[in-house]
């Protein structure tokens, strides 16, 4: 009865098995020239100061834009994979309907980049 689900489990144990190795033989396998800029703290690009920012500074708004660009062509992607799955069982109908979608999508992305949204100045 749970023959046809033997695949599967030998292919979730394959990867878990990948996953331990990987992370195991890392530090043995990998590089070790460590220095003081590999060893300080990273914060975004920003050098990080002793001093605490009074007021916290203000975040670029190319950061925000950045992750609603992502957001959208993400979702994107999440509405046009079903369809690649299940294309043929739509017909014309779903060709009609995806061609609509990626138009909408399509003028989104022109409105971003007439605007300027993907220009990092």
Excluded: H
Aim: glycine share 10%; hydrophobic share 55%; with cysteine.
């Amino acid at each position: 009865m749970l023959q046809p689900y033997i695949p599967l489990v030998l292919m979730f144990v394959l990867a878990a098995g990948f996953a331990v190795f990987s992370v195991t033989a890392a530090p043995y396998i990998g590089p070790r020239r460590y220095n003081k800029a590999k060893l300080d703290a990273y914060e975004c690009g920003i050098e990080p100061s002793p001093q605490p920012v009074v007021g916290g500074g203000r975040m670029p708004v190319a950061y925000y834009l950045t992750a609603m660009l992502f957001i959208l062509f993400d979702i994107e992607m999440v509405f046009l994979y079903p369809f690649a799955v299940s294309a043929d069982a739509l017909g014309m109908f779903g060709l009609v309907e995806i061609a609509l979608f990626i138009v909408t999508v399509g003028f989104a992305y022109a409105y971003v980049w007439r605007r300027g949204g993907l220009d990092w100045s």
